[in-house]
């Protein structure tokens, strides 16, 4: 039995956490034993959904007492003797691979969620000396990422793979208003995302004579921006900014969803449009162009540019075929290559190669 522990700050609302999520929750039980551990308490509903073979231990990490968390989980690997150590993100990947190889940790890994562009140069300096040595291999949920990171941390190319992203692929299929009037984004309310970008390209529709909603869910620091630039582009009444919603439920509510961020990996809520066949308009950027063909199972357009995202959007509306077609192959797509057993099936096979001491690792 491989005993694997993943690494995260917290489970809170995100994509990445709830890749964590499902990463523990559906490692083949035979093989593996499954650990969680998070730096800070997490949202209950992300612990009610962890099944009860699902080791979960929260460090209660304070800066005030930071070496006494740091204890903790030193003391938590070496005790319960994990194999391998999968830290997720920059500040779970720094103490993690230092207190993991203090824990005589076999395997220790780190997967890249991120451009992180937030990122200063002595983050990437730690990066280069400390994390990339002290680690057996690193992943990135997308090709884009992983060449970012052996361009600003010197990640040698042996060293680091691509895993996309994983959703739920049985799940019902998205409604079929005709023509769509409802536009939804899904994401939090934060600058990679681009909303402005968005509320314009919305008056633009609605100066067409275009009748629409737009409904954005998530929670994030930019809401009170936003909601100043609705109130000045005399949106309110068109545009709803719905705060945290079940992903499920908010899906089922709109008719096109739309993403205009100018910073993404691979998007988790773009997977789970594409798994409910959903017609689908987003920005070309990041891992994006990786995941939905622009013309074959959505629309791509330029990031930061209103208008022609308001023309992108128009395009989708007018043309039911396409709508059909590309709504039909996002879901074929979804199924085939980001659905849980695909997903899992990725990850084992990794886990197993790096106990076997095969630190090099190609799809």
């Known amino acids: 039995m491989i005993r694997v522990a993943q690494l995260i700050g917290s489970l809170q609302v995100g994509g990445a956490e709830r890749q964590v999520m499902q990463l523990a929750a559906n490692l083949d039980r035979k093989r593996f034993e499954s650990h969680l551990i998070t730096f800070t308490e997490s949202m209950q509903g992300f612990r009610d959904g962890l099944p009860s073979e699902v080791h979960y231990y929260c460090l209660n990490y304070r800066r005030r007492t930071a070496v006494l968390g740091w204890w903790k989980l030193y003391n938590y690997l070496r005790c319960n003797r994990i194999d391998i150590l999968h830290c997720h993100m920059y500040h779970a990947a720094l103490p993690g691979s230092i207190l993991g190889r203090f824990a005589g940790v076999p395997v220790i890994i780190t997967t890249e969620h991120g451009k992180n562009s937030w990122k200063k140069w002595w983050h990437h300096l730690m990066e280069r000396r400390v994390v990339t040595p002290l680690v057996m291999h690193r992943v990135a949920v997308s090709e884009d990422i992983r060449l970012l990171r052996m361009e600003q941390e010197a990640v040698p190319a042996s060293k680091i793979s691509v895993i996309g992203n994983a959703v739920d692929t049985n799940v019902p299929l998205a409604r079929k208003t005709l023509p769509p009037r409802v536009l939804g984004a899904l994401g939090r309310l934060v600058d990679a995302k681009d909303y402005p970008v968005l509320l314009h390209a919305t008056r633009c529709l609605l100066d067409e004579g275009r009748d629409l909603r737009l409904d954005i869910a998530g929670e ?144």
């Open 220 to 363: 994030g620091e930019c809401r009170s921006e936003l909601e100043k630039l609705i109130n000045d582009l005399m949106l309110t009444g068109r545009v709803r900014l719905r705060g945290v919603q079940p992903a499920a439920e908010f899906l089922q509510s709109i008719d096109m969803f739309v993403m205009s961020s100018k910073r993404e990996g691979i998007p988790v809520a773009l997977l789970e449009a594409m798994a409910r066949g959903m017609s689908i308009v987003a920005t070309r950027v990041g891992g994006i162009p990786e995941v939905l063909r622009d013309g074959m199972d959505g629309l791509l357009c330029d990031s930061g540019q209103p208008e022609q995202l308001a023309e992108t959007i128009s395009r989708m509306i007018d043309d039911q075929s396409l709508r059909v077609s590309t709504a039909a192959s996002a879901r074929q797509r979804a199924i085939s290559l980001f659905g849980i057993e695909s997903y899992m099936g990725r990850w084992e096979k990794l886990y197993m190669m790096l106990c076997n001491r095969d630190a090099s690792y190609a799809e």
